[in-house]
Nanobody, 129 residues
Framework: QVQLVESGGGLVQAGGSLTLSCAAS????????MGWFRQTPGKEREFVAA????????YYTDSVKGRFTISRDNAKNTVNLQMNSLKPEDTAVYYC??????????????????????WGQGTQVTVSS
């Protein structure tokens, strides 16, 4: 069982930056692929970024490439999402997720929310124009 707790959300002006952090409980954190998703009211949860368990390959949705960076610290059981050049359309609740599948998968696998086994409670990010 893994528990995930996000932090770092808040209100920021367009063009600004925020760093989201996800703290994971459990001893097998390094064995999980980790993802960030976001959701706005009335819409489905949307993939943002993912990082694999071993070599730490990263994947991003096109709209955040070059602006967001996902990273992990296995010693601290944390995964971060550095968000730069924020836009009003980035406003959403951001969720951290963990996938316990030990296989290394490709991009499209990590974009599917149903592949993840554990979810955090979410943190609100609001970008004002």
């Amino acid at each position: 069982q893994v528990q995930l707790v996000e932090s770092g959300g808040g209100l920021v002006q367009a063009g600004g930056s925020l760093t989201l952090s996800c703290a994971a409980s459990g001893r097998s954190f390094s064995g999980y692929a980790m993802g960030w998703f976001r959701q706005t009211p009335g819409k489905e949860r949307e993939f943002v970024a993912a990082i694999t368990r071993s070599v730490g390959s990263t994947y991003y949705t096109d709209s955040v490439k070059g602006r967001f960076t996902i990273s992990r610290d296995n010693a601290k059981n944390t995964v971060n999402l550095q968000m730069n050049s924020l836009k009003p359309e980035d406003t959403a609740v951001y969720y951290c997720a963990a996938d316990r599948d030990w296989a290394l998968r490709g991009y499209y696998y990590y974009t599917r929310s149903y592949e993840y086994d554990y979810w955090g409670q979410g943190t609100q990010v609001t970008v004002s124009s």
